[in-house]
């Protein structure tokens, strides 16, 4: 139990014989309103695997860029939706720690749960609140489709499973993010740029293109759909912000942080 934070201790203390519950389902299908549309308009099933983000509960992060890239605090896990929820936050802890004390066993049930719901346009993505090397289970699976986004740049370039397709995640807090993603431009990867905006009234509007390292690019809407494996190759889009109120968006306009504003877009040219 050295593996988790005190508190998540205290959480299984209170909790225990539900966190440690293994017969309970890991993934969750078409659980959110951005996957829903991938489901009535691609007819796709997705399922996604939703452990606590960063550290959490983990003494060692599970999202190694959470900190330089500054989306710690804004996580999907913490933030968004559904995810919200105690009753869903207290899901991901029992997902979490199960993952951090069985490993091994959690990869098999893992793959077990994946191939019991297996069927025609089905596709899978375990980082849905983490940034984890699940390579390993992923190739033991070459006919499930597996999708994620990662800001491990290193991660993106060097993938070559046929059935994993990953989107670079950008950042704008810093300089060096910001060159990340450039690096990645120029490899030709796949990127989402997340905004600092919903489209509320006073806020800026989703771009419809945008000049990286001096080229213009058409911007892609990534909040359609959550099936980026059906992207086309070199695909730039963008992610408006999710669970903020308009106030904390228009409070931080002009700084930087990891969503781009109007100012931030402007050092990818």
């Given at each position: 139990?050295?593996?988790?934070?005190?508190?998540?201790?205290?959480?299984?203390?209170?909790?225990?014989?539900?966190?440690?519950?293994?017969?309970?389902?890991?993934?969750?299908?078409?659980?959110?309103?951005?996957?829903?549309?991938?489901?009535?308009?691609?007819?796709?099933?997705?399922?996604?695997?939703?452990?606590?983000?960063?550290?959490?509960?983990?003494?060692?992060?599970?999202?190694?860029?959470?900190?330089?890239?500054?989306?710690?605090?804004?996580?999907?896990?913490?933030?968004?939706?559904?995810?919200?929820?105690?009753?869903?936050?207290?899901?991901?802890?029992?997902?979490?720690?199960?993952?951090?004390?069985?490993?091994?066993?959690?990869?098999?049930?893992?793959?077990?749960?994946?191939?019991?719901?297996?069927?025609?346009?089905?596709?899978?993505?375990l980082n849905g609140t983490s940034d984890i090397d699940w390579s390993d289970l992923i190739?033991?699976?070459?006919?499930?489709?597996?999708?994620?986004?990662?800001?491990?740049?290193?991660?993106?370039?060097?993938?070559?499973?046929?059935?994993?397709?990953?989107?670079?995640?950008?950042?704008?807090?810093?300089?060096?993010?910001?060159?990340?993603?450039?690096?990645?431009?120029?490899?030709?990867?796949?990127?989402?740029?997340?905004?600092?905006?919903?489209?509320?009234?006073?806020?800026?509007?989703?771009?419809?293109?945008?000049?990286?390292?001096?080229?213009?690019?058409?911007?892609?809407?990534?909040?359609?759909?959550?099936?980026?494996?059906?992207?086309?190759?070199?695909?730039?889009?963008?992610?408006?912000?999710?669970?903020?109120?308009?106030?904390?968006?228009?409070?931080?306009?002009?700084?930087?942080?990891?969503?781009?504003?109007?100012?931030?877009?402007?050092?990818?040219?």
């Amino acid at each position: 139990m050295e593996l988790i934070t005190s508190e998540a201790l205290q959480t299984l203390e209170s909790y225990k014989s539900y966190i440690m519950n293994y017969n309970l389902p890991l993934l969750g299908f078409n659980s959110s309103q951005k996957i829903l549309k991938g489901f009535k308009e691609k007819k796709y099933t997705t399922g996604i695997l939703y452990l606590q983000p960063a550290d959490s509960v983990s003494r060692k992060t599970l999202c190694p860029f959470a900190t330089v890239a500054d989306c710690k605090d804004d996580c999907l896990g913490k933030k968004s939706g559904r995810l919200a929820m105690n009753k869903s936050q207290l899901a991901m802890t029992r997902r979490t720690i199960q993952y951090l004390t069985d490993p091994d066993g959690f990869k098999e049930r893992l793959r077990a749960e994946i191939l019991k719901n297996k069927k025609d346009n089905y596709c899978i993505r375990l980082n849905g609140t983490s940034d984890i090397d699940w390579s390993d289970l992923i190739a033991s699976l070459p006919d499930v489709q597996f999708y994620d986004y990662s800001k491990i740049l290193k991660r993106v370039e060097r993938n070559k499973l046929n059935n994993y397709h990953l989107t670079y995640s950008a950042s704008f807090v810093s300089n060096k993010m910001v060159n990340e993603t450039k690096k990645a431009f120029n490899l030709g990867l796949n990127i989402a740029l997340p905004l600092n905006t919903k489209e509320a009234k006073g806020e800026f509007k989703r771009p419809a293109s945008i000049i990286i390292n001096g080229e213009r690019r058409k911007l892609n809407n990534f909040d359609t759909t959550d099936l980026r494996f059906l992207d086309k190759n070199g695909s730039i889009g963008t992610l408006l912000r999710k669970g903020s109120s308009i106030k904390q968006r228009l409070s931080e306009m002009t700084r930087p942080s990891f969503f781009g504003n109007i100012n931030t877009l402007g050092l990818l040219a």
